[in-house]
């Protein structure tokens, strides 16, 4: 058996002359607001990204599965809470306790007998309760 390594073939590398996109262009002496966003440098756009992103909460609410709905006070507000509570927590994926948590924290408790989940098919053999009395 034939234990001797072979050497590695060097790794693939862009020439020296090809710009990067990304790269940034040499310091103007206009002051970066007043140049058009075509003529802003790759870290200005992201910064102004940035900025405009943390000016409006807008984003940390879209859902992107129903991101052309209109949502209800409610829902904005539990969304909301929801937000706030993992960065506070700095827990990202929330287990279904903490957000009972959340839920019951605005306000929410149990007051009637549950119903059917919306969209759910009625579970044979568990009819209504009260259809039985």
């Not at 409610?74 to 993992?86: P, S, V």
């Not at 927590?89 to 605005?106: D, G, H």
Request: hydrophobic content about 25%.
């Amino acid at each position: 058996m034939n234990h001797s390594a072979e050497p590695a073939a060097p790794a693939a590398t862009l020439p020296r002359d090809t710009e990067h996109p990304m790269e940034e262009l040499p310091p103007s002496n206009e002051p970066s607001s007043s140049r058009s966003p075509e003529r802003r440098t790759a870290r200005e756009r992201a910064v102004h990204a940035a900025e405009k992103r943390n000016q409006s909460d807008r984003r940390r609410l879209i859902d992107p599965t129903t991101c052309e709905r209109d949502y209800t006070d409610e829902e904005t507000e539990f969304m909301t809470a929801m937000e706030r509570y993992k960065r506070e927590n700095r827990r990202p994926f929330p287990t279904w306790s903490e957000v009972l948590e959340v839920i019951r924290s605005l306000g929410y408790r149990k007051v009637a007998d549950s119903e059917p989940l919306p969209g759910s098919k009625p579970v044979k053999g568990s009819a209504d309760k009260s259809a039985k009395n």
